[in-house]
């Protein structure tokens, strides 16, 4: 078998088979695995014969995705029509504005430039779409009048608490926690991702795995904010719920089955009697419904159609259903939801209430005096058996699972277990169920993280039933995704991050600040060579914090709380944590040294002085926004998720005071107090920037 051969079918197939790791070394793909990710593309090559006929597929499924039915350009410049049309030839453009133009194609094959916005481009009978993206997405100044250094606080949404709440954080909780971190003078608010889990599966709640990134949790919303409590305590009462709400409410963690049960049937109750609701209401879930369209109708009907087959004995995955239903556009499946609509208007009933119970929150943000408000994280996949997967098969690829190569934080690197978008699938759909999501997303906040914004560019993708190190990194097509993300972001006015953690390529960061996408900065993560960069040198192209939800908070990183989960856990024999908690007591000291030259911190200080240091310096950085934990902001010592460990209860702590008084606490009311200083005084004096 020719290797030249191979390694000219990993390039057609947008295999990377050399790259830069984690520690800076040259990598570079061995053939087994390579020959492993090729057959889980459907691109076989074990021998000669499937070599040639693979080769020769990939080259024709590249060709048809370059002519798909969506143009993606740079708008206010020519567009570049060579490849579809001839010079000389003349079409017709109807502007996203209404207005119908008819243009040339010139010599070189260009057509005049037009603005900002989707638009139909026809030449007889040949039709396109034309994307017609900004440079940039919308910047923080732009966004907030002009101020250029603002904070915020990054929160979990299930861990709210407030009286009444049933035992999980929901959308009142947090409007509760929006107002008063508005009052302290915060600008944003990020939170955890609301996507749309499986109500047939409540034990599947890491909202990183979700069945929709298009959808939302309706297990969030707080249905008296739409509906009145009126109705709410009326259905707690017809259905006995009174008292198990309470039980799980006074528990420390959330016991997420049980509340799940809990909800679910609240939320049947509700929608019972939602025809004596007042007509205003009933009629803007009928437009709710219409505006959703088939990705909303189709969410619901494998919500549905999830449970009846796991009723059935078939289990709750599609690709283990029978044929008929395995397809959302077969016959029997539309049957199916002719003869189950109630069971479909349910299900989108919980979603308008959850849409417009996050939507009442942002716009209590802005009217509360936030430049952002919410920001909302888009997880990097769906769990490939949920209603994404099953709905968007054609753009996505089914054999293999998103994770990431052995690096710093896991040597042995991560499978994910979500789906990945398939490149190819996406050019020869239009992009649809990229724009979709990002819609989605988009329009529920004032800003949206991207998690693992890497994945714009490449992915590391894992055969089916093979372990991390035998995946490779996949190409995306990252000029086309960072356009539409301009485009939409302009087109929702909406502040985009991208968490860029982890194996970064060269070169993307730069790209990404070009586009006016913040990057991540984390305090824990900024030494390098027992050296931590003066506050003034960091980047003002990205956000800076002091974690994320898989770190230490800092209290707990100060004090070695997370290697002491991993002892615990036995994912770390005790010579292991001993030479661990060696290695961050020179860390602590580096942290100590920077935070001692800025004046902040005094030798021999505690804990809580170190925290409230570690704050202090973060807004004393160029950082344009800068976002605290909760869990940082409280002191607390234990973080939200500990990846990989089966002891500690990841998604599951829950604080003990209620939202809206957490941050009127002495300390906490403090910290945000000096960090709204630091960041006025930055405000005042840019200078070094």
Avoid at 17 to 38: F, I, K, M, N, P
Avoid at 334 to 348: C, D, G, M, P, V
Avoid at 394 to 419: E, F, H, K, R, T
Wanted: glycine share 8%; charged share 20%; proline share 6%.
């Amino acid at each position: 078998m020719s290797t030249r051969q191979l390694f000219q079918l990993a390039e057609e197939a947008g295999v990377l088979c050399h790259w830069t790791d984690a520690h800076g070394h040259s990598a570079s793909l061995d053939e087994r695995a390579l020959l492993g990710v090729l057959k889980a593309l459907q691109l076989p090559a074990d021998t000669p014969a499937q070599l040639d006929a693979s080769l020769a597929r990939a080259r024709q499924l590249r060709q048809e995705a370059e002519h798909g039915p969506l143009l993606i350009c740079n708008a206010e410049q020519p567009i570049d029509v060579r490849s579809r049309l001839g010079p000389g030839s003349h079409c017709q453009v109807l502007r996203e504005d209404g207005h119908a133009i008819t243009l040339q194609v010139d010599r070189h094959g260009y057509l005049p430039a037009l603005p900002c916005g989707y638009h139909q481009l026809s030449c007889g009978e040949q039709q396109w779409q034309l994307a017609c993206a900004p440079p940039a997405c919308p910047s923080i100044p732009e966004l907030t009048g002009g101020r250029r250094h603002i904070w915020g606080i990054a929160a979990q949404v299930y861990s709210l608490r407030r009286t009444g709440d049933g035992g999980l954080g929901d959308t009142a909780a947090l409007q509760d926690l929006v107002l008063s971190a508005a009052d302290k003078g915060a600008d944003a608010l990020a939170i955890s991702p609301l996507h749309a889990m499986f109500s047939c599966r409540p034990e599947h709640y890491s909202p990183y795995s979700p069945s929709s990134r298009s959808l939302l949790n309706i297990l969030h919303a707080a249905p008296a904010q739409i509906l009145g409590a009126e109705a709410v305590q009326r259905a707690l009462r017809e259905c006995q719920l009174g008292a198990l709400a309470q039980t799980l409410e006074q528990q420390e963690l959330i016991d997420w089955p049980a509340v799940s049960a809990l909800r679910l049937q609240l939320l049947r109750q509700l929608h019972a009697h939602f025809a004596e609701a007042p007509v205003t209401l009933r009629e803007d879930f009928q437009r709710f419904r219409h505006d959703g369209g088939e990705s909303l109708q189709l969410h619901c009907c494998h919500e549905a159609l999830q449970r009846h087959m796991l009723d059935a004995g078939h289990g709750d995955d599609w690709h283990h259903w029978p044929a008929p239903w395995g397809q959302p556009d077969s016959p029997a499946v539309r049957r199916f939801a002719e003869e189950q609509a109630a069971e479909l208007e349910f299900h989108a009933f919980g979603q308008w209430l959850a849409a417009r119970c996050l939507a009442q929150v942002q716009q209590q943000a802005r009217s509360a005096g936030m430049g952002i408000g919410l920001i909302s994280d888009m997880a990097i996949g769906a769990d490939p058996s949920g209603s994404f997967g099953w709905a968007c098969q054609q753009q996505l690829l089914s054999q293999v699972s998103i994770g990431a190569p052995p690096d710093l934080l896991n040597q042995d690197g991560q499978d994910w277990g979500v789906a990945a978008f398939s490149p190819l699938g996406l050019k020869r759909n239009g992009y649809s169920a990229f724009i979709a999501m990002l819609r989605a997303n988009l329009g529920q906040a004032g800003g949206v993280r991207i998690d693992h914004v890497m994945g714009l560019q490449r992915l590391w993708i894992i055969p089916d039933g093979a372990s991390p190190q035998a995946g490779a990194y996949l190409n995306y097509p990252l000029d086309d995704l960072l356009r539409l993300l301009a485009l939409e972001s302009w087109r929702h006015r909406t502040l985009i991050i991208g968490e860029d953690l982890g194996t970064v390529p060269a070169g993307l960061q730069a790209l990404l600040a070009e586009r006016n996408i913040l990057g991540m900065r984390v305090l824990l993560f900024e030494q390098e060579d027992g050296h931590m960069p003066a506050a003034h040198k960091w980047s003002a192209q990205a956000l800076a914090t002091t974690g994320t939800h898989d770190l230490p908070t800092l209290s707990g990183w100060l004090d070695s709380r997370d290697i002491d989960w991993r002892l615990r856990a036995n994912e770390r024999s005790p010579e292991q944590a001993r030479h661990d908690r060696q290695v961050r007591d020179e860390q602590v000291s580096v942290l100590d040294a920077a935070l001692q030259s800025e004046g902040l911190l005094d030798e021999n200080a505690g804990i809580a002085e170190q925290l409230d240091a570690g704050i202090r310096f973060l807004g004393r950085t160029p950082a344009p926004l800068v976002l605290v934990p909760l869990e940082d902001v409280m002191g607390s010592e234990e973080q939200p998720n500990l990846p990989g460990s089966a002891v500690h209860p990841n998604w599951r702590r829950r604080w003990p005071q209620p939202a809206a008084d957490m941050l009127d606490a002495e300390l906490p009311r403090q910290r945000l107090q000096h960090l709204q200083q630091e960041r006025q005084g930055r405000e005042r004096n840019p200078s070094d920037e």
